[in-house]
């Protein structure tokens, strides 16, 4: 695998020699990924690359998600999009919640469209575009039972009636998003479908149904086809990560992001030496303690029980985590030296750790696993 990376090297050296830990990102496992879901579906395929491409990296796995026939974008602040279009993306981006007032002439003069939820937001969205002569692309965010974003059901003709007439607006799309999607039973997806319908029907009948419409994200993609619409907008499955526990991805994806260190040092302590901070870890016999340069400010989280890979076994953490160093137990590998790969989510010699399983032992969700990886973790593409 051929490694490149955002931070300059000059050497011909591999660049994980250079770092005490890092993210090895599989972009043709997005490619594919992003392929097999443009194979699921007759819409076409927004990939959201929000957060740093969920941890990923947001343009190297944008360009990967092109490649494999992604034609959207979706984001969740403008600098987000501002980044994708530096890079020379000049596909459509969709900033999927309303942006600060003070960066829409920006996003308008980069050809990013604007999420728009009420009049004041369409009222600034137009004054944006006006003061440089162009049309601000907006998407109309509905609210049918997130209760977190959108215009209410019974404001969305006399909203949308407003993009439409405004000169410097030009109404592009209208979503909405599902609150349980990931969950086995779909009755609330249900609801929330049968409410967004009901007011696309009265667009239609106004003429004020914008030409995109769009809902589903990954787990609605698996599990609501009637909710594809005109564009689906996927994250978590682009990057070969399970939507939910339900909702396991089928075998074709794989997952794109490992996270990796090496052991700095190893030694044998002698029975009942206190490690780490606090002593949280005594030695009961002699016992041989490895040293991880990974730590909380890394994104691994400062709880007991975590677990890594050395030489295709898992081996625990033992003691506190700290900022920037953790320790691990190496009695099951023995032959385990300083300078030996450690993995803390992906494979090593056929043993796996994946996001799914650091999210049960946190008690959270792969998302916020991969997102929770720190910026300083240089991210590594092949
Ligand atoms: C993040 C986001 C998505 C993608 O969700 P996944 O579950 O990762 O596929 C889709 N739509 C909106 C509005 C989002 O904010």
Redesign the pocket.
């Known amino acids: 695998m051929d490694f490149q990376t955002s931070a300059p090297y000059t050497s011909a050296v591999d660049p994980r020699s250079r770092y005490a830990t890092w993210v090895e990102v599989d972009l043709a496992a997005i490619e594919g990924n992003t392929r097999a879901l443009v194979s699921m579906t007759d819409a076409r395929l927004m990939a ?1 690359v ?1 957060a740093n491409g ?1 941890g990923h990296g947001a343009i190297e796995s944008a360009r990967a998600a092109a490649r494999g026939g992604a034609t959207w974008f ?1 984001v ?1 602040r403008p600098e987000e999009a501002l980044e994708l279009r530096d890079s020379g993306l000049d596909q459509p981006i969709l900033v ?2 309303p942006a600060p007032k003070d960066t829409l002439e920006q996003l308008v003069a980069r050809d990013v469209s604007i999420t728009v939820c009420d009049e004041g937001q369409i009222a600034a969205a137009a004054e944006a575009a006006q003061s440089q002569g162009s049309k601000a692309k907006t998407h109309l965010k509905l609210d049918t039972g997130m209760s977190r974003l959108g215009a209410a059901l019974g404001d969305a003709e006399s909203v949308a009636r407003s993009l439409h007439e405004h000169d410097a607006i030009l109404f592009e799309g209208i ?1 909405t ?1 599902f609150a349980r999607a ?1 969950e086995p039973e779909a009755q609330t997806s249900r609801e929330q479908l049968k409410q967004f319908e009901d007011v696309l029907a009265q667009l239609g009948a106004a003429q004020l149904r914008p030409p995109i419409v769009h809902a589903a ?3 609605a993609v698996f599990a609501l086809k009637e909710a594809h619409f005109d564009m689906v ?5 682009l990057y070969g990560l399970q ?1 939910s526990a339900q909702w396991s991805l089928p075998e074709e994806f794989r997952p794109a992001l490992q996270w990796k260190s090496r052991l700095a040092r190893v030694r044998n302590l002698s029975a009942g030496t206190g490690v780490s901070y606090g002593h949280r870890y005594v030695t009961e016999d002699e016992e041989r303690i490895g040293t991880v340069p990974v730590g909380y400010a890394d994104g691994l989280r400062r709880t007991e029980g975590n677990q890594v890979l050395v030489g295709a076994r898992h081996v625990p953490v033992v003691g506190r985590v700290c900022m920037d160093l953790s320790m691990v137990q190496l009695d099951t590998v023995p032959e385990a030296e300083a300078g030996d790969e450690v993995v803390l989510i992906g494979n090593q010699g056929g043993a796996v750790i994946s996001a799914e399983q650091v999210a049960d032992r946190w008690g959270t969700i792969n ?1 916020e696993v991969i997102c929770g990886i720190d910026r300083r973790v240089p991210r590594l593409v092949g």
């Open positions: 959201v929000k969920y979706g969740g999927l919640s979503f998003h990931d994200n990954s787990a907008r996927v994250g978590i499955a939507p998302y």
